[in-house]
Every structure is written in C-alpha cells, then in structure tokens.
C-alpha cells in the first residue's frame, strides 16, 4: 500500500469513533484505538496487556468463545454479539461487538477484527443507542533501528548489535556487503542494488524497503535509509552511513488497516475540503452500488445525489468548521432497500487545521424497529393500565413514586403531575383497620427483599381528601433481564364491600342465625382460649350443657314460629343471667353451652345455675301463648374433669343426659359413673377397628338433583355400619371414634375405592356418567399418602377424574393454608372436583376461599330447616348463593327435607340440591332404580312452576 494510502488509514483508525482492536487468535489485544482504551478505561499499552477473556463478564464468555470456534471452523464469516465488558474502574458495560476473521493469502487465519461498540444506556434504556463517535487510530510500536558503515574502497562493513539482531547474525560474525545482500528477498534484489547505485551517483537519497529472511525463517521487511558521509580527492563516493528499521509491523499493520477497513459493516468515507472524495470502503460502496472509480474524486453531491447532499449542507460546513456532527437519515440502497442510517462526520484536524472529514454511517434499522415497538408497547400498557379497575403505582428503586394510573389517582387523591417524586408513603398512607395506626408499605419491603409481598390483612389506604378504602393486593420488584432493581409495582383493589360482607359472613358463620348467640365453632375457639388463660394463671372454669325439657312438645303443638321466638326469649335470658365475660352457645335445635371462665369461688357453679333456674322458669309470653319450659343441666369442671376442649365437652354432654335420664329439670356434674360410660366408648373404638377387618361397612348413596333441569347432578357416598347381629351403628357414633383413632385413613381409602368403583359400574349399566362424591376427614386429608390414594381409586377403577367429587368442610381448608392450597392444587391438577360441606358455620375467609381452587360450596342443612319463615337463615342462604355466583362456583343446597324449603330455595336461584325431599340414601342397585325412574319422568309431571314464587 502506498504511503500516503497507509497514513491516511492509519488516521481513519486512530480517529474513528467506534472502538476497534486487532485481537490474536488466543484472545490478545494486538492493536487497539483511542475510542477503545477510553471506553474501557485503560490505557493502549494496559489493554494490549490483556485479553479479551480478562475483562469480558464470566457469563458471557462462553457464548463469545463459541461464536469464536465456529468461525474458526469456517462455519460463520463474522458475528455480532451483545456482552458485557469490565472497564479499569470496575464499571460493568454493555457493549454491541462485530467480529471478523482476517486470513493470510494462503488462507490461514491471522487474527480477529472486533468493533466494538457501546450501547450501555440502549440496553438500559431501550430508547436510544450509545453510538460510537471515537476516531481511527493505529497505534504502532516503535523498534528501535539498526546502525551500518559502509567503508567502499575496501567494501568493509560496521553494524551494529542491533542490526545483527534484526538480520539473526551472530553477535561476532563477520558482516560483508554480501553477507548482508545474501539475506535479501531475491524479488527485492535488484531494486535494492539499483537504489545504492543511484545514490552513489548522486541521482537520489537512499530510501528503499526490502524483504530479507533471519535465521528464524519468517521474511521481515526492512527499511533502509543512508547518505554519503564521505569522497575520496577524486570526488567518489568513499563511506557511506545509514540506518535500517523492522516496519514489519508497521507493513503487516498497514495490510490489515486494508483489510479492516474493507471488512467493517459501516460505511466510511472521507472527503477533503473541497467535498472531492479521497477513499470510501467495500461497504460504502456496495451500499450506493457504486466502483471506486465511480467516487474517488468525485464531489460529494455526485455520490450521495442532489436531495441528501442538500439536507447535508448544514452538517457539512459545521463539520469543516472543526465540529463533529451525528445525525440521521432514511436512505435507499442501492438494492431498493429503505433503511435508517445514523451518520457521523468527524473533521480532520491537522496541526489545528480541519484537512477534510471522515463520513461514518451505521445501519440503525433494527434500533428504530425496537424504538417503534417499544413505543407501541408503552402505549398498550398506558391503555390497559387506564382502563383497568385495580390501582396500580409504581417507583424508583428509592421508592419514589414514578407512575399512577387513573384508578389509584382516584383512591389516593394525588394526581400523577403531583405525586410523581414524592415518596410512597406519601402518596399512600396505609393503616391498620381497627387501630388505624400507620402500617409499613410492602413496597418498601418488595424493593429491599426483591421479593412479592402481599399486604397486611385488614389495610385500609387513606386518601389525600381523607376518605378511607379497604385495599388487598401485592406489591413487587421490577427487575430487568440482568436483575437489576428498576423499581417496584404495587397493585391494589378495593375491597370495602367484600370486606364489609367478609365481616358480616364470619359473624353469621360464628353465631347461630336464630338466636344470635354464639354457635359451636365460636365456643369451641373460647373453651380453647379459657384453657390457655387457666394453665398459665392456675385457675378453674367450667362447662355448663344446658337441654330444654319436652321442647319438642312447643313445636308440634304450637308450630316452629312460636318454638323460634321461644328460643330467642330463652337466649335473652341466658344474656342476661350471665357476666359479661360468659359465653352463652346455641349448639343447635333446644341445647345451649354455658363457659363459666375465671371461677374464683368453690360454689360459684351453683350460684350460676341457681340464676339460671330463676332466670328460665319464669313463665313466658309468646304469640299469645303462656309457655312452662324446664332444662337439664351438665357440668364439667377443669381441670377435674377434663384437660382439653373435646373432653370437656364430651363430659359436660354425659353429665346432661344423665340430668336427663334421672328424670329432667335437674343438674348433674360429671361423676366417675359417666367416666365409665366413656370407658365404653372406647370399647367401641376397638369394635370399629374389627369391624374393618371384617367387612361390615357398607355404602349407601344420596342422589343430587338440579330441581328446574331435573338433571341428577350425582350421588354422595355415605358410609354404614351393621353388626353381624343385624345392629347399626349410627355414623355420628362411629365415625369421630374412627377419626380420633386413625382408623378413617385406611377406612377413608375404602370409600373412595369403593365409591370410584361403584360409579364407574352405574355407567356401564345405565348408560350414562353418575359422578360421585365422597367426604374427607381432616384427617385423611393431611395424610401424606392421600394424593396417591386419589389416584390409585382413579385408576383402579377407571373412572374419569371429572367425576369425581371430594367434599371438605371449612374448618379444614382453614387449617394450614398453605399445605391446603398445594393439595387442592394437586387435586385441581388432577381434574378432580372440590366442594365444601357445610359451608357457612366455619371460619372461611373470602379472600382465601377466592384463592381456593374449590368447584362447589354445600350449604349446611342447618340454615334450611327454619326455612323459609326464618330471615336470617334467608339472608345467609342469600349471601351463599351471591358469593358462589361472584367466585363462579356452584351451589348446592343440602338436607332439603320439604316443598317449602325447595320453593325457598328456587326463589334464592339455588336450583341443585339434595334431600330426602327426593330421596333418602339406598344402596347402588336401588339407585340405579331410582336413576331409571327419575329420568322416566316428564318435566311436566314434575309441576316445577309450584315450586317458585
């Protein structure tokens, strides 16, 4: 390459602004430019120190060194790379690299050309890129010159040490003129020898270049320079002195500037002062489709057409006026292609005087597609985030607000032009419900724990204007692809209605609908909290179970309105005739609970049933009726009669019936005589253990029904148990000895076995599907093996998961919530139908039961036996049918026992239930009878209109 061709590449390199490095095939800087070094922070010399390895993010290395590989291989020409880089100071930055392959002329490779480019704020940003706009340059090492003395009369010639290095010569090996010549390329012979000639003969100053091969084998091109030092009388030429320098490098680097500047994919020319162009690479020339004589001294305006040479005017006298210029343009290739290009002009400054520019333009096509879809997406998002019911903020990772959407606007009170910048606990300041103190906002915690967070139960959000939400949600880290913390997200709703219904449903599911007094959840929960306080105090309560005498009687005589209102008045009198720190229960139909907590005087229970007796034995006035009512007391003491809440209870109920066996109106205590009666009991635990050994259960099944399709929706399986002797055992005997026992796991397993079977049977007989559904016991449903039981009876038998049904009541679901939601999860992975039985007397919350994968909510028998004259239980039958109908789940309606109580129901919309009103339970083969005439009869016959309101 000629020189000034090698100089002007060499400027181009040394001025060019994207970052550009000769890198050897084992990953050394061999070459690289300012732009370079300062992107990275390191001096030339500090970078050639080190590889490329060195200062590339260990997760990002092996993808480089594959790429590497294949084109090694010869499977890729180039390839292009997103990584990251450590700078000297320990910055991590993204950078964009362009790799390619340099080969020798016989094809081996050489090295690698990387342009490297960064784009740190586009990968952070997504918005814009970091474009190069560092200079060309070639940084090449100084060798140091070798010294020779040409004596010519006697041909001698001095060199020195340096020169014998250069040559490989010994270090005291004689030198001759044709020991020298010896080493020369024979190509570069004759110029060499006709070089001395002519300036021995004065014609011209010795500076020539030529190829001579060392010891080492390898060919080295060499650059001599000399002048005549001195002539002998005769005028002739007697010493000459001169100097020779490697340029090795300085030629090979000057062949691989060529070879870089034709490989690089972006377009570079550059154009002197009068706009003529002096160079423009393969790549500036395939895009405009011209030849290099078709733009080497051409004017600009003839290369780039009339319209973009107009448009560039401006750039171009700014650049000559020594300012680098970066703007873009769309451009057509010469191929028909319109594409975006970003253009740099970079003047050439000479000794302070602007010799002309470079032209440097990259293809930002692909960035301004990312810009354009990236604008899209924000505009989606803005949309979505405005049309959304759910308030949604979001901050910097220092928590200041960012963004609020026109819901949370609303429910905080802070327009977004105000409260962006301002902390998030200023924007939303969350208290606790019942205190109102301030609460933590989990944002705080999502950003410092990166980590989603719901927010605390009972949140309420106070707005700027003062007013109160009731709010649910979660707040999360906003991370980007590397996991870097951007800010967070908090999303909320509000739920004051819900809450409000939440609220009034636990106290219904707490109270008895009739009498508003505690039901038998709720006194369970205060005998277990009266045992806690009297452990830790050293103190005794008791356990009062209080039956009415012959209330029956008031019922059928009177009718259940007039028994109704005469429980309430009973109620009001226990109220009453109680401290305030007492817990009067209705456990259901005439039988209350009494805890008598705290006791501190050893006939404080007798004091308490002597009011209890003035209180109920007073005549009462109802519906025009004067009513006598007398009750039957049992008392169990703790710790005297019992240690924890069930025993208490047990006893307390043995002491009642054994009040009322000895003839009614009376108290008993619990007595070593009832103590035996429990004996008995537990003999009965061992019975029921022979019992399954022996094969004496048996299942029978209840038909369910939608009563305005007349479809049989399925049957629930329920468990019997005959002695041999023809006996049976009642299920509410034998059924919570088998759960205390753990007999109900094995037991359990039969059911569903069992019942799975049978279903499956009734579809090969009828003709149709019949799903089936099975109750679990707490018990067996914390086993660990109850999923593979599921799936074992599934399989067994065949049956099709979808018919299926588990029924579950509240309090287990509220047990351990998160075991449940796994195992109902499980079970919904199965295909598998849930339900919960006897829903509304538990403890269930509506946002875990939003969370529970369940199909069916059963409603307990006991809020429709005072149906449809009682409207509490109208009310909570309602609120039932609303919540399933807003969850999307479905609601049956159990232990329907009269027309009235179905009518009730249709009018409720709760069509699907299940009573002896239709059937009671029978074995499999008298249901396969009943199936078959069910079905047989016409909806006609049915008269459903009689049914509704």
Wanted: charged share 25%; net charge negative; with cysteine.
């Amino acid at each position: 390459m000629p020189e000034h061709e090698a100089q002007l590449f060499a400027a181009m390199f040394r001025r060019s602004p994207m970052g550009i490095a000769l890198v050897s095939l084992e990953g050394s800087f061999l070459q690289v430019n300012d732009a370079l070094s300062r992107m990275l922070g390191y001096a030339p010399a500090e970078l050639q120190a080190l590889t490329f390895q060195d200062i590339t993010h260990p997760d990002d290395l092996d993808s480089d060194l594959a790429l590497l590989r294949r084109v090694l291989a010869r499977e890729l020409d180039q390839y292009e790379l997103r990584k990251r880089y450590w700078r000297k100071d320990g910055q991590l930055i993204w950078i964009e690299l362009h790799v390619s392959l340099i080969v020798h002329e016989d094809g081996s490779p050489a090295f690698f050309v990387s342009q490297i480019q960064d784009i740190t704020a586009q990968v952070e940003r997504e918005a814009q890129l970091q474009d190069v706009n560092e200079r060309l340059r070639l940084a090449l090492d100084a060798t140091e010159d070798g010294i020779w003395d040409w004596q010519l009369p006697g041909g001698e010639l001095f060199v020195s040490d340096t020169f014998r290095a250069q040559l490989g010569l010994a270090a005291h090996e004689p030198v001759s003129l044709a020991t020298w010549l010896a080493q020369v390329h024979p190509d570069d012979l004759p110029a060499l020898q006709a070089t001395y000639r002519a300036h021995l003969t004065g014609d011209r100053p010795l500076h020539a270049q030529y190829r001579a091969r060392p010891a080492s084998g390898e060919w080295h091109v060499f650059q001599v320079r000399g002048r005549v030092t001195a002539w002998d009388e005769a005028g002739q030429p007697r010493r000459v002195v001169g100097t020779q320098t490697d340029i090795t490098a300085q030629v090979r680097t000057t062949q691989d500037l060529q070879l870089l500047l034709d490989n690089l994919p972006a377009l570079i020319g550059y154009w002197d002062t009068t706009l003529h162009n002096r160079f423009g690479n393969p790549t500036y020339l395939d895009w405009f489709g011209l030849t290099p004589a078709q733009v080497r001294g051409q004017h600009i305006r003839d290369v780039i057409g009339e319209a973009l040479y107009a448009q560039n005017q401006p750039m171009i006298r700014r650049v000559l006026a020594g300012e680098t210029m970066r703007f873009e343009r769309q451009l057509t290739r010469a191929s028909g292609q319109l594409r975006f290009i970003e253009l740099v002009y970079v003047p050439d400054l000479q000794g302070g005087e602007v010799r002309g520019f470079f032209s440097l333009g990259t293809d930002i096509t692909a960035r301004k597609a990312a810009e354009r879809a990236l604008t899209e997406q924000r505009e989606l998002a803005r949309v979505t985030l405005a049309s959304i019911g759910d308030g949604v903020i979001t901050t910097d990772p220092e928590g200041r607000v960012t963004f609020l959407n026109p819901t949370a606007e609303r429910m905080t009170g802070w327009a977004l032009a105000e409260a962006t910048g301002q902390p998030i606990e200023t924007v939303m300041p969350l208290l606790e419900e019942s205190s109102r103190q301030p609460l933590p906002n989990p944002l705080r915690r999502a950003l410092s724990e990166r980590e989603t967070l719901g927010l605390a139960a009972n949140t309420l959000l106070r707005s700027q204007g003062g007013a109160y939400f009731s709010i649910e949600d979660s707040a999360a880290p906003i991370l980007n692809e590397q996991g870097e913390l951007l800010g967070a997200v908090l999303v909320f709703h509000d739920v004051s209605e819900a809450r409000a219904m939440a609220v009034r449903m636990t106290h219904l599911a707490q109270h008895d609908a009739l009498t508003d007094l505690p039901n038998r959840v709720l006194l369970r929960d205060r005998v277990s909290q009266a045992i806690g306080r009297a452990q830790r105090q050293g103190t005794r309560f008791a356990v009062l179970f209080l039956d009415l005498d012959h209330f029956k009687n008031v019922n059928d005589s009177l009718g259940h309105h007039v028994g109704d209102e005469l429980l309430r008045a009973i109620a009001g009198r226990l109220r009453g005739a109680l401290r305030a720190s007492d817990t009067v229960s209705r456990q259901g139909g005439d039988e209350f609970i009494v805890l008598l907590p705290d006791m501190r005087e050893a006939d404080h229970v007798e004091n308490v049933l002597a009011k209890l007796t003035e209180a109920l034995t007073v005549p009462y006035h109802v519906a025009g009726h004067q009513l006598d009512i007398g009750f039957s007391v049992g008392v169990a003491l703790y710790p005297d009669d019992g240690e924890s809440t069930d025993v208490l209870l047990q006893h307390a109920d043995a002491a009642m019936y054994r009040a009322k066996a000895e003839g009614r109106g009376r108290h008993r205590f619990f007595s070593r005589a009832l103590h035996e009666a429990i004996l008995a009991r537990q003999s009965l635990q061992t019975e029921l253990r022979q019992a399954f050994e022996r094969r004496e259960f048996s299942l029978v099944y209840q038909p369910k029904v939608n009563l305005w399709t007349r479809e049989v929706l399925g049957a629930e399986a329920l468990l019997r148990w005959v002695r041999p002797d023809g006996r049976a055992v009642s299920p509410m005997d034998f059924i919570p000895l088998a759960e205390e026992s753990g007999l109900i796991v094995p037991l359990g397993a039969w059911v569903l076995e069992t019942a799975c079977a049978q279903s499956r049977a009734w579809a090969q007989q009828c003709g149709h599907d019949v799903p089936v559904s099975v109750n679990i016991s707490p018990l067996q449903f914390t086993d660990p093996g109850f999923l593979a039981t599921v799936q074992r009876c599934l399989q067994g038998s065949g049956l099709s998961p979808r018919l299926l049904e588990l029924e579950l009541t509240e309090s287990m679901l509220m047990a351990d919530l998160e075991r449940v939601q796994q195992t109902l999860g499980a079970l919904r992975a199965l295909g598998v139908c849930v339900s919960i039985d006897d829903f509304g007397t538990g403890y269930s919350s509506l946002s875990y039961l939003r969370a529970f994968p369940v199909n069916t909510l059963k409603i307990d028998r006991s809020f429709l036996k005072t149906l449809p004259d009682d409207a509490q239980a109208l009310a909570v039958v309602e609120a039932v049918v609303a919540l399933g109908r807003s969850l999307n789940l479905g609601v049956i309606a159990e232990g329907v026992e009269t027309p009235e109580q179905a009518r009730s129901l249709l009018n409720l919309d709760c069509a699907a239930m299940q009573g002896y009103l239709f059937a009671r339970p029978m074995p499999p083969a008298e249901l396969l009878t009943w199936l078959r005439d069910w079905r047989a009869q016409s909806a006609e016959d049915a008269d459903l209109s009689s049914l509704r309101d």
